[in-house]
């Protein structure tokens, strides 16, 4: 057959004929390649992807790294990210092993291992004042699932959600992809801390006002409702019927007591508030992903639902480690105060040394391992008003890394200071003193060359608007 092929094209261009390019076997191959070599536009992704968010802190943490990689001898100061630099308690660590010793590695139910939720129900219940059994527990893959699963069960698409800004991003990126409507409410500053705006608040209420999003112990400012605000806030939520969320991410870590209030513990609270609760923060066990939803038990049901659809549970031996945690709770809180007392010191630290840097004031959290301080005059004086600007300049000039307030929501409409967020979880006291150190000379020059420059009238002009510099 190859033979004839051949013979009859000899015979063809004998005849005067030319045979065309595009029938030789050559070009075939030539114009494959070159298919295969044209890059095809990528495939069209779902609509609904452009209304989610993400957590900005992890950008922040990859311009870090780059910066270090870039120059591993560099001194960096890491002050962007809720992280911590302790152990995770000796005792749970130590009931994982055995659990993968012991085969613990295979499926469960997708409410989580029936020892688990019986023991956070009685624990958690305990320190609350609320009477929970296991039927009042999900065991989730973490904190953020539960955000994402409690919207998903009382939120329909264009219902209201209430929520802090600044806050976690998680919650704004949630609502908005679910399809419902974000209403986000503020803080004002006060001589000795950060407070709900409570007139903001109201305000934001509507008749189509479904769900309150409530984060005591507040990321990023640090604020700890007093008694009657948190009062105010439940006795809104009765009059109005919401569904609560209460994320109690940072219950443990207080400094003027053993641990916070929930709101679900307030007359007519507990069968509308879910609690997120998780051993992340107060634990140092960031990296085992292991999270509590505690709620009314038809809440729970269709909470574990969603969880056999995704997940389809917790990791099964994690759960097993961690039932540790809550058998041997005095050494549980133990372990949490030893972590408290730390952070105090660093609190401290941090908070004398940042209020010395011209240009940066933050008051003393009662709780969290936040700083939030105002910087409105450190934007004056390096005439950069954007968060992006500033926060970048800072970085790499001195290599003292935070976030910004628009990290975590943007500006509210009326807000008018600029604020930033240090975490001092995963940075010990002799890096404090040093990052300050550098901070304060860096700002102590900017503040001079800001006056010279009016004593001489040659302000250079201000920038006000981030110009592809990012938001943060």
């Not at 120059?71 to 152990?87: T, V, W």
């Not at 976690?168 to 908005?176: A, G, H, N």
């Not at 979880?425 to 550098?438: D, H, L, R, T, W």
């Amino acid at each position: 057959a190859r033979s004839e092929r051949k013979t009859c094209s000899t015979e063809i261009r004998a005849a005067g004929y030319q045979i065309h390019p595009r029938n030789t076997r050559e070009s075939a191959r030539a114009r494959m390649s070159e298919k295969e070599s044209t890059p095809a536009a990528p495939m069209a992704l779902a609509e609904r992807l452009e209304r989610l968010g993400s957590e900005p802190a992890y950008e922040v943490a990859g311009e870090t790294a780059a910066m270090r990689k870039a120059d591993p001898e560099r001194a960096l100061y890491p002050f962007h990210i809720g992280d911590l630099n302790f152990s995770s308690p000796p005792h749970v660590v130590h009931a994982i092993k055995e659990a993968l010793d012991a085969g613990k590695t295979n499926y469960c139910s997708f409410y989580g291992i029936d020892e688990l939720r019986e023991l956070v129900a009685r624990v958690c219940g305990q320190e609350r004042g609320i009477a929970y059994t296991a039927s009042n527990v999900c065991v989730q893959p973490g904190g953020k699932p539960v955000i994402g699963k409690f919207l998903l069960c009382t939120m329909n698409e264009g219902d209201e959600v209430m929520y802090p800004s600044p806050g976690y991003p998680i919650y704004e990126s949630l609502i908005r992809f679910y399809g419902g409507v974000p209403k986000p409410y503020g803080y004002e500053r006060t001589a000795d801390g950060m407070r709900l705006n409570m007139e903001e608040f109201r305000a934001q209420i509507s008749e189509r006002t479904r769900v309150l999003i409530y984060n005591d112990c507040h990321n990023p400012t640090g604020h700890m409702s007093s008694p009657e605000e948190m009062a105010e806030i439940a006795a809104l939520a009765r009059e109005h019927n919401w569904w609560v969320m209460s994320d109690e991410a940072y219950f443990h870590l207080t400094y003027e007591l053993d641990h916070a209030t929930s709101i679900a513990s307030l007359p007519g609270m507990r069968d509308r508030t879910c609690i997120l609760m998780t051993s992340s923060k107060s634990w140092a066990m960031t990296g085992w992903r292991i999270g509590f939803a505690l709620g009314p038990a038809h809440l729970m049901e269709r909470l574990a639902q969603l969880t056999c659809n995704d997940e389809a549970h917790t990791c099964t031996f994690v759960q097993h480690g961690v039932c540790a945690l809550f058998s041997q709770w005095d050494l549980s809180v133990a372990h949490c105060r030893q972590i408290v007392a730390e952070l105090r010191e660093r609190r401290d630290l941090f908070h004398r040394l940042l209020n010395e840097v011209p240009g940066f004031s933050a008051h003393l959290p009662r709780s969290t391992f936040y700083l939030f301080a105002q910087v409105d005059q450190a934007m004056e004086w390096m005439r950069d008003y954007t968060y992006g600007g500033f926060r970048k300049r800072i970085l790499e000039d001195t290599g003292v890394s935070f976030c910004t307030r628009v990290h975590f929501g943007e500006h509210l409409p009326g807000e008018k200071s600029h604020f930033v967020r240090f975490a001092f979880s995963g940075i010990g006291k002799e890096q404090i003193e040093k990052a300050m150190a550098v901070l304060k000379a860096y700002m102590e020059r900017k503040r001079a060359e800001y006056e010279a420059a009016c004593a001489a009238g040659s302000l250079p002009p201000e920038t006000r608007h981030d110009s592809g510099g990012g938001s943060g």
